[in-house]
Nanobody
Framework: QVQLVESGGGSVQAGGSVRLSCAASTSVYAMGWFRQAPGKEREFVAVITWSTGTTYYADSVKGRFLLSRENAKNTLYLQMHSLTPEDPAGYCC????????????????WGQGTLVAVSS
């Protein structure tokens, strides 16, 4: 089974930037991130279909967050800009090995998660 290793995150001031990375042990169909803030449900953040490079972002992060990748390393990056008090959460990388619609119910493997905090 695919394994995902995440890095990045931490604490940043409002308006600042932070980058997350997620390295897969092998190629996948799709990879991206979900996030969950305390007391809130897990929500989709962004995803990329690996073979085509097609990306899709949640409306709440569109224009502020950007996915990029290193194909040779099966590594995906989430560059997060203009962070707001709505963005702090545990961010978890997730991957689908086959096409499934990329929901929290269809992903096949999860990373260990990383925290992003935003201070005002």
């Amino acid at each position: 089974q695919v394994q995902l290793v995440e890095s990045g995150g931490g604490s940043v001031q409002a308006g600042g930037s932070v980058r997350l990375s997620c390295a897969a042990s092998t190629s996948v169909y799709a990879m991206g991130w979900f996030r969950q803030a305390p007391g809130k449900e897990r929500e989709f953040v962004a995803v990329i279909t690996w073979s085509t490079g097609t990306t899709y972002y949640a409306d709440s992060v569109k224009g502020r967050f950007l996915l990029s990748r290193e194909n040779a390393k099966n590594t995906l990056y989430l560059q997060m800009h203009s962070l707001t008090p709505e963005d702090p959460a545990g961010y978890c990388c997730a991957a689908e090995e086959t096409r499934g619609g990329y929901t929290s119910s269809t992903v096949d493997v999860w990373g260990q998660g990383t925290l992003v905090a935003v201070s005002s």
